[in-house]
């Protein structure tokens, strides 16, 4: 079992900034793909982007592509997502996410989402 925590949601003005975190913690977190997702107000789940543990291989939606960055913290299993130049389309419920693939098709492992909310 693995668990994830996420934090560092808020409101935010159009074209600022937030910096969510992920905590992992349990039976050896730091052998799956680690990824966030979003869930806009109305819409579904949607993939924003991932790394592995290992590798500095991260990828990206195109939405949010030159405007956020996923990181990770080895050493305290945490990951990060900063994100830069908010819309309001960005607007959601962020999930960190935990995968034995890259593929992320089907997730093993779901944080309680933290929301964020962009104003214009």
């Known amino acids: 079992q693995v668990q994830l925590v996420e934090s560092g949601g808020g409101l935010v003005q159009a074209g600022g900034s937030l910096r969510l975190s992920c905590a992992a913690s349990?039976?050896?977190?730091?052998?799956?793909?680690m990824g966030w997702f979003r869930q806009p107000p109305g819409k579904e789940r949607e993939f924003v982007t991932a790394?592995?543990?290992?590798?500095?291989?991260?990828r990206y939606a195109d939405s949010v592509k030159g405007r956020f960055a996923i990181s990770r913290d080895r050493a305290t299993n945490m990951v990060y997502l900063q994100m830069n130049s908010l819309k309001p389309e960005d607007t959601a419920v962020y999930y960190c996410?935990?995968?034995?693939?890259?593929?992320?098709?089907?997730?093993?492992?779901w944080g309680q989402g933290t929301q964020v909310t962009v104003s214009s």
């Open positions: 996410a935990a995968d034995d693939t890259s593929s992320f098709v089907a997730v093993d492992y």
């Open positions: 349990g039976r050896s977190p730091n052998r799956y793909y």
């Open positions: 790394i592995s543990w290992s590798v500095d291989n991260a």
